[in-house]
């Protein structure tokens, strides 16, 4: 299964690699750090032990899911910046979700969110031959719907009160984008990308 391949993607600021032991720390840091979690998790923030994270982390590592990879994003100077992860890979159905999170806050809004989601579109079409993405965004998660949107994602829907932050509810936005749309847009990669 094409699935479960592994490799290095070059996009034009960034390179994402698949995970790296040796940034366990960063990871762990971002894992444990209560914004990044309300971004872009359902799961209320729980501080969690170096020992657990590190047992899922290497279970990532050493015993990878047949449906899902992650990515690491790495700056210009090979600096580790964030996180990407396809899940709900299928083969057979030809799709799958993507999400991707820039841990080291000095990189918001610099267009390395944009260019790593470039990487991933090209890929999942390219490589992967995805027909449809999708993408999940909470509501006050302005800067992910925007990048979603920007890259030629259409809302789908909407499902109201998912989750509850803040003292209040808030709806999650469900996106998607198929191979046709990334095409018209001029963006499909090449045979060869």
């Not at 690491?72 to 910046?81: F, S, V």
């Not at 396809?86 to 057979?92: E, L, P, R, V």
């Not at 829907?157 to 998607?176: M, N, P």
């Amino acid at each position: 299964m094409i699935s479960t391949i592994k490799t290095e993607l070059q996009g034009e600021r960034v390179l994402l690699t698949p995970l790296q032991i040796e940034n366990i720390y960063t990871h762990f840091a971002w894992n444990n750090d209560p914004e990044l979690n309300m971004l872009d998790s359902e799961l209320p923030f729980v501080e969690e032990s170096f020992g657990d994270f590190k047992r899922r982390f290497e279970g990532l590592l050493f015993h990878p899911s047949m449906n899902s990879q992650d990515f690491e994003i790495h700056d210009e100077e090979g600096k580790l910046i964030g996180v990407v992860e396809i899940s709900d890979i299928s083969d057979h159905n030809r799709h799958c979700s993507v999400s991707l999170t820039i841990g080291d806050r000095a990189y918001w809004g610099k267009g390395y969110g944009r260019d790593a989601m470039q990487v991933i579109l090209d890929y999942c079409f390219g490589v992967l031959k995805m027909h449809r993405l999708t993408a999940e965004a909470f509501e006050y998660n302005d800067a992910w719907k925007r990048l979603v949107e920007g890259m030629g994602f259409h809302e789908e829907g909407t499902i109201r009160d998912f989750v509850f932050r803040e003292g209040r509810y808030w709806d999650k936005h469900l996106y998607a984008l198929l191979d046709t749309d990334y095409s018209s847009m001029g963006r499909m990669p090449g045979p060869t990308d």
